[in-house]
């Protein structure tokens, strides 16, 4: 990153009040023109959810109240309560399987049904409306679709340890999650922006396919003077997934950089790294992997704060960007063209703008299933 960004990016990471003669975030001057895309969306990182916790997420427009049950269960639902009206993320608690509405503490079940009331009486014929929600990659992700269709493809899975947790930041910009996830195939930007040397680079998206891939070989990242090999993951247009696999069997390096909307023109970006390192030998896997952990978590914690200095450049190009529906593109700059017609599959035509969440009752049974 060239020195005279790193005052500005570090005063967007710090969230500090922006110099009022300083450029304004992009949703200050230009009205948002493209509507929500439809996908997977990560919502937390699986850490951020622990059993008994109620946690209210934006996205695209509305909220999603996440919960997780005594026992585990991951729940996703509108914030309403049926009964009448009030927030579920506002007070509410987990009660062993189930939900209680802190207004009248009517309680809803695993399936949405409420299973009683705070003064004893038969509960009403009633249920929550859910979204359809995964969890992979230790992340958590929330369905969206502009026609509250069910999900129509599946987040894939990394060969991760679940026990270790990611170490991750989240931030609130301008921007829209196409422009983020184009950084996978915007190859010009890597040695002008982040200093990358030597970069071999392949890959573009594959027309019809929801996932895409990108393998790459560079210097100068965070693992500064060692050539690395990494392999990005593009998970829809929600999720740049990197992994590196270090030298001599040491381990795995994981970044993952989540893009979720909103609101019109705003992104909340979730940033994590994690760094898992191979077993103690002569002890099973699983074992070797648990006694080095300690180790591999306070690495992960500090190759965080290195990588988010790092990534802060792209936030703070995209805070202030623009989109070019028609971009004069260069030699060089990558398969940016193919990303965007390949980006299209996520949209949904006639789009008419943002449309607020509708989950269907098809969306219920599937998020049960």
């Not at 500005?8 to 200050?28: E, F, G, M, Y």
């Not at 994981?254 to 705003?266: C, E, F, K, N």
């Not at 940033?271 to 006694?291: C, I, N, Q, Y």
């Not at 949904?348 to 009752?361: H, I, K, N, Q, V």
Request: one cysteine or more.
């Amino acid at each position: 990153m060239k020195p005279h960004l790193k005052p500005l990016v570090k005063n967007l990471l710090s969230s500090r009040q922006a110099d009022p003669l300083a450029a304004a975030p992009a949703d200050a001057l230009h009205a948002p023109s493209r509507p929500y895309p439809n996908g997977w969306f990560c919502l937390a990182f699986t850490d951020e959810v622990r059993p008994g916790s109620v946690t209210t997420r934006p996205l695209a427009g509305a909220e999603v109240v996440l919960y997780r049950t005594a026992n585990g269960t991951l729940r996703a639902v509108r914030p309403r309560c049926p009964h009448l009206g009030a927030h579920l993320g506002v007070g509410g608690w987990v009660e062993g399987e189930d939900i209680v509405c802190p207004f009248h503490q009517f309680a809803f079940g695993p399936d949405g049904t409420c299973v009683r009331t705070g003064y004893g009486e038969p509960p009403p014929k009633a249920s929550l409306s859910p979204y359809p929600v995964c969890e992979a990659n230790g992340s958590v992700y929330v369905w969206w679709h502009a026609l509250g269709l069910p999900p129509q493809w599946d987040v894939p899975l990394f060969p991760m340890d679940d026990r270790q947790p990611f170490s991750h930041d989240t931030f609130d910009l301008a921007g829209h999650p196409q422009d983020v996830i184009e950084n996978a195939f915007d190859w010009g930007h890597l040695p002008t922006l982040h200093g990358l040397k030597g970069l071999d680079i392949e890959g573009a998206p594959v027309a019809g396919q929801q996932v895409g891939t990108v393998t790459a070989t560079a210097r100068g990242t965070m693992m500064r003077g060692f050539r690395q090999s990494y392999t990005l993951t593009v998970i829809g247009l929600a999720t740049i997934a990197a992994r590196t696999v270090l030298p001599r069997g040491a381990g795995s390096l994981y970044v993952m950089l989540h893009a979720t909307p909103t609101g019109p023109g705003r992104i909340q970006l979730r940033f994590g790294t994690k760094l898992e390192l191979s077993g103690v030998p002569g002890l099973p896997d699983r074992m070797g992997r648990a006694a080095v952990m300690p180790v591999a978590r306070l690495l992960s914690a500090v190759l965080q704060r290195v990588a988010s200095v790092d990534t802060g450049a792209d936030l703070l190009m995209w805070h202030h960007q623009e989109h070019v529906e028609h971009p004069k593109l260069a030699k060089g700059d990558g398969p940016i063209g193919r990303y965007r017609q390949w980006a299209q599959q996520f949209y949904t035509e006639p789009t008419g703008g943002p449309a607020p969440p509708r989950p269907s009752r098809t969306e219920a049974i599937r998020a049960e299933e």
